[in-house]
């Protein structure tokens, strides 16, 4: 039987919160309050990977682009699901490894949902 937590547990992540959104506010101002304050007209312009900037940033693209980054992304955030289940793995027993099989079959018809609509298809 596992022991209710208090308010004192919980010291230490609330402690390494307060100290990492200290670093961030503490760096954020040093850099703006220390760094040099000379803006130029070549630092201020659009600057892309070394490239002068030709013509307008609005052109339409392939619709393609974002839907094949969407997936990745859907699919990518369902596997790091799994990786709770695989580090109690052994106290989940088979309720554990059922409902593992059922999420996986989920994904599995989404990626043949995909497949069909042809979503992946370039041509």
Request: hydrophobic share 55%.
């Amino acid at each position: 039987m596992q022991a209710q937590s208090t308010a004192q547990d919980f010291i230490p992540i609330i402690f390494q919160v307060i100290v990492a959104l200290g670093f961030v506010v503490v760096t954020l101002l040093a850099t703006h309050l220390l760094g040099p304050k000379r803006k130029t007209k070549d630092k201020l312009t659009t600057f892309e990977s070394g490239v002068k900037v030709i013509g307008n940033a609005r052109q339409p693209f392939s619709i393609k682009y974002f839907l094949v980054a969407i997936l990745f992304v859907l699919f990518d955030i369902e596997v790091i699901f799994m990786y709770p289940w695989a580090v109690n793995f052994r106290e989940l027993g088979w309720n554990g490894i059922i409902e593992m099989f059922i999420f996986m079959g989920t994904l599995l018809l989404g990626f043949i949902y995909v497949l069909k609509k042809k979503a992946l298809d370039w041509n």
